[in-house]
């Protein structure tokens, strides 16, 4: 695989990122960097771990992260506030919202949702967007760069 997935969450989404560490290194065969936290807190704050991974994939913006938090909605806006950075928020539903992220967005990040996946749930959308490559359409990378100039 040719670059890291980086992977960073708070309580919340503790247990689950440290399940998908193991999935994504072991199983998918990716190369994994884990930004935070390392052991679990209650009271820790997301920011602190998210903004780690978001600037790694900012400096980097063909690697890519998956991040966690209760819905994964904080956590998403953390993310997105650095630049080159398209996190896309996932916590359920049809699992073409994850391709779709992928296909016409060109996410860098995913961020999940723990309190609404299942393990296999999370498993299942993780690989399909990591496997799931960017169209290069010309309409897309026109809008990605409209984005970017927004920054």
Known sequence: ????????????????????????????????????????????????????????????????????????????????????????VYYGGPDEIVKLSREHNDANILSLGARFLTQQKAKEVVQLWLETPFSKDERHIRRIKKIEHVL
Do not use: W
Not at 11 to 26: C, M, P, Q, R, S
Not at 75 to 83: D, Q, T
């Open 1 to 88: 695989m040719d670059c890291t997935i980086y992977f960073a969450t708070d309580h919340a989404g503790f247990e689950l990122k440290n399940i998908l560490v193991d999935y994504v290194k072991n199983t998918l065969g990716y190369t994994v960097e884990d930004c935070g936290p390392m052991v679990f807190d209650p009271d820790d704050d997301y920011p602190d771990f998210i903004s780690q991974a978001a600037q790694k994939v900012s400096k980097a913006p063909t690697c890519k992260a998956i991040i966690l938090g209760g819905s994964g909605q904080g956590e998403a806006i953390v993310a997105n506030r650095f630049s080159h950075v398209r996190a896309a």
